[in-house]
C-alpha cells in the first residue's frame, strides 16, 4: 500500500524559489560566469549565469553595478 504524500515538503520547497520581480534590474559580467559581488555596505550579490539582479530602489548596488566596467544593464 503506499503512504500518502506530505504536502508540507512541496509547500517549503517552493517558497525556496523566488521569482524574479518586474520592480528589478537584471545586468551581465562580462567576465564572469559565478562570482559573489559584495556591495560597500557589506552585503553580497550573487553572480550566476553571468547574471546578476537587484532591485530598482536599491540604491547602492545600482551605484554599484552602473560604475564598474564589468557589467553591463540588460533591457528587458
Do not use: N, W
Request: glycine share 2%; hydrophobic share 35%; proline share 7%.
Amino acid at each position: 500500500m503506499a503512504k500518502p504524500q506530505d504536502d508540507s515538503t512541496t509547500q517549503d520547497s517552493a517558497a525556496v524559489i523566488q521569482p524574479i520581480s518586474a520592480s528589478s534590474l537584471t545586468f551581465r559580467d562580462t567576465l564572469y560566469t559565478s562570482r559573489t559581488v559584495i556591495l560597500p555596505d557589506g552585503r553580497t550579490l550573487p553572480v550566476i549565469k553571468s547574471l546578476v539582479s537587484v532591485e530598482a530602489g536599491d540604491d547602492i548596488a545600482l551605484k554599484c553595478l552602473k560604475a564598474h566596467p564589468e557589467y553591463e544593464q540588460l533591457k528587458e
